[in-house]
């Protein structure tokens, strides 16, 4: 890479990560939902509106599509924050911590949603990733205005 920090290099990384998140889950909900279709005998176009079919699919199953539907919420902004920040130069280790952080617990909250579902535990991940970005987001926009 030219001319980009380590501190920056690392918070790329981080959303290069989360597309490996991103990822891993795809072929998850693909590896369980297509014979799930098939058990329950549902037609592809029986799927052509999300929650039409949710009665007739495992909840195993289900968990993992929700989940990879979230990683198109929060880690959105989570996208457009960190390149924010490595494209203004503020990239420090603080924000390295808290990118790798939100990453972490990104990945805790998509495995818990995805097996157990304990919604307390899940709840929390989820609140702590936020926490991060939150710091991300703040410090940035003080740093910018």
Not at 45 to 71: C, K
Request: aromatic content about 10%; charged content about 10%.
């Amino acid at each position: 890479m030219t001319d980009l920090t380590a501190a920056a290099q690392s918070m790329l990384q981080s959303i290069l990560a989360m597309g490996l998140l991103t990822l891993a889950m795809f072929i998850w909900m693909y590896a369980t939902r297509l014979p799930a279709f098939t058990r329950a005998k549902l037609d592809p176009q029986e799927a052509m509106h999300p929650g039409t079919y949710h009665d007739r699919i495992p909840s195993e199953v289900r968990r993992v599509a929700d989940n990879y539907n979230h990683l198109f919420e929060a880690p959105t902004i989570f996208y457009a924050v960190t390149l924010a920040i490595v494209l203004l130069g503020l990239a420090d280790p603080l924000h390295v911590m808290c990118a790798w952080a939100f990453v972490v617990l990104r990945v805790l909250h998509s495995i818990v949603q995805a097996t157990a579902n304990k919604v307390v535990v899940r709840f929390s991940l989820f609140a702590l990733s936020w926490v991060a970005m939150g710091i991300m987001i703040v410090r940035a926009a003080l740093a910018s205005f």
